[in-house]
């Protein structure tokens, strides 16, 4: 790894700034790419851009290209759905039922939530199922983004899957690691795991932070323009936005005159069935699952359960749930006489097409992390943390550091691979035991998820600005304000934690009422600063009796 100091960080900072700055997200990653090259080879550096190209398309043998088919069959399958009228369907059940901005607000949020199995498979269902709900009640695709967003990574993070796998293997490295130079047992790796999800305060306080902004529907910063713009006029991106994925200017016209749910349903149901089962078969090694259950050792069973999940190769499952879906409503479509054969491969190809931009700045995302791989980047990073640091602010500390490292690699597996060990490491010697070592691990994987949503470089942000159908910096910039606001109250937490040993069962209710506290308070500043009144969206009328409520009209005076 080469050791190129302070411009290890001028990459992805780069990259950073201009994608703000111009909104050219493709350009100005592979600008910063090429900037990489020229840094490392003290030369042009072109060779070496298009090799660290190919080197993230290949990458951790083969988990890069099996997302990209991934992305592209689900691109496929949207398409169908599109074709085969799944839309129109699943728009008419909605209108029914889902008739208020809140209610389609908390269904999303209740989904993310439920689908926990996997943060790409979370982002792709949820945004592909409720797009067209959210539009009709005229919530922003940048509000969708974040809820997507803020129950993807999150969810998975704490849940049964293979984020679990990888966040054990961290902490098992770290362990090896000082058993070998200090010489002394180390607590058992799952056990440490269990004990840091309350200390993962910014997965557990971002979940709620999407509640209470879905149930008390205020805004604030950019959301709030966002969300008045949709209100006020309908319009559900900005005027200046470019979606990563836009279904209706790139597809042919659905079918409308028999549009049947079970053309959206089935094959989302299968994408998810397939996905479940085949990651828990790649998985499954001959671990006694059911004589743990049956024998009523729930930590064991639990312990089975997550290793299944664990090792189970979530990606290739991805691949087979995806195609499982294509053919699921390729196979409808030629069985109730929705279109002919050659039309349903219209539609995939169509699908593909659908997916290219997303694909590339996914492919030019990875690249940039391989970039700062290959110029020391994150091990630069994490040397600053590793001075003479106070144990009460070690926590916050390795918070921030793991904010930075994930926001400039735009990767959170990247920032716990790196940070993990290090930040343990330098527990173990400040504490001389590892009673620190729960909340470390927590620290570590807040702070990564935190930088990876403040990042428009993140995987996970590129594919919920694709899947919703939002301008990708549009999504960031947005987001941003309620993810700092998240991060402010675990900065809080954590120090209540390291200066009065408040523990988690404490702390986070107070995080609870932080938030609530800080949504309230800055919706009403920011609306009054605006001189907007928000009654009528807070009040959350339904969309048929909009043109008669007396202060919609009201509620949208005022100037931004």
Avoid at 32 to 52: A, D, E, K, P, Q
Avoid at 77 to 90: D, K, S, T, Y
Avoid at 450 to 455: E, I, L, Q, Y
Avoid at 548 to 555: E, N, R, T, V
């Amino acid at each position: 790894m080469g050791e190129f100091g302070i411009l290890s960080l001028v990459p992805p900072l780069l990259a950073i700034t201009l994608a703000v700055t111009t909104r050219r997200v493709i350009l100005s990653l592979f600008v910063s790419i090429w900037f990489g090259g020229v840094i490392y080879t003290g030369g042009l550096g072109v060779g070496r851009t298009f090799n660290w190209i190919v080197e993230a398309i290949i990458a951790d043998e083969g988990f890069h290209a099996e997302i990209l088919v991934f992305t592209l069959l689900l691109g496929s399958g949207v398409a169908l759905i599109w074709r085969l009228g799944g839309a129109i369907a699943i728009q008419e059940v909605a209108s029914k039922r889902l008739e208020t901005r809140r209610k389609v607000g908390i269904v999303a949020w209740l989904l993310g939530i439920v689908l926990f199995f996997d943060d790409y498979a979370n982002t792709a269902i949820i945004g592909n199922t409720m797009r067209e709900t959210s539009d009709r009640v005229n919530i922003s695709r940048e509000k969708l983004s974040y809820i997507v967003d803020s129950t993807a990574a999150p969810v998975a993070t704490i849940g049964i899957s293979g984020w679990v796998a990888f966040q054990l293997s961290m902490i098992d490295e770290a362990f090896s690691n000082i058993e070998a130079t200090a010489g002394v047992q180390t607590p058992d790796v799952f056990t440490v795991y269990l004990e840091s999800i309350p200390y993962n305060a910014y997965a557990i306080l971002a979940i709620v932070m999407v509640g209470i902004i879905v149930v008390t529907q205020r805004d604030y910063g950019e959301m709030l323009t966002a969300e008045r713009r949709a209100w006020k006029t309908g319009k559900v991106n900005d005027d200046d936005a470019d979606p990563l994925q836009e279904v209706e200017g790139h597809l042919s016209d659905p079918i409308t005159d028999r549009p049947m749910l079970r053309t959206f349903l089935l094959p989302i149901v299968v994408l998810v069935a397939v996905t479940i089962c085949s990651a828990l078969r790649t998985g499954y090694g001959g671990q006694p699952v059911l004589e743990s259950l049956l024998a009523g050792e729930f930590t064991a069973f639990v312990e089975t359960t997550t290793t299944i999940a664990g090792n189970g190769s979530w990606t290739t499952a991805l691949v087979w749930g995806s195609f499982a879906m294509v053919a699921t409503a390729f196979t409808i479509g030629i069985v109730y006489d929705l279109c002919t054969a050659d039309e349903g491969v219209d539609a995939v190809l169509e699908g593909f097409e659908l997916m290219l931009t997303a694909v590339t700045i996914l492919i030019l995302a990875w690249s940039i992390s391989t970039v700062a791989d290959a110029l020391g980047t994150g091990a630069y990073v994490a040397t600053l943390v590793e001075g003479t640091i106070p144990v009460t602010v070690f926590p916050v500390a390795v918070f921030i550091t793991a904010t930075f490292i994930s926001f400039t690699m735009g990767s959170s597996w990247a920032t716990m691979s790196l940070l993990t060990p290090v930040a343990l490491s330098v527990a173990f010697d400040l504490t001389g035991g590892f009673g620190l070592a729960p909340a470390i691990v927590g620290a570590v994987f807040s702070g990564a998820i935190f930088g990876d949503h403040t990042s428009p470089i993140s995987d996970t942000t590129v594919l919920s600005s694709t899947f919703t159908g939002a301008d990708l910096v549009d999504h960031v910039r947005t987001q941003a304000y309620y993810a700092t606001t998240v991060a402010t109250v675990v900065v809080v937490c954590y120090l209540l934690y390291g200066f009065f040993g408040v523990p988690p069962l404490v702390f986070l209710p107070v995080g609870v009422v932080l938030l609530v506290g800080l949504v309230y308070g800055l919706s009403e500043f920011d609306a009054n600063r605006r001189g907007i009144d928000v009654g009528a969206v807070q009040r959350d009328v339904p969309l048929v009796e909009q043109d008669a409520d007396s202060d919609h009209g009201k509620s949208l005076e005022g100037s931004d």
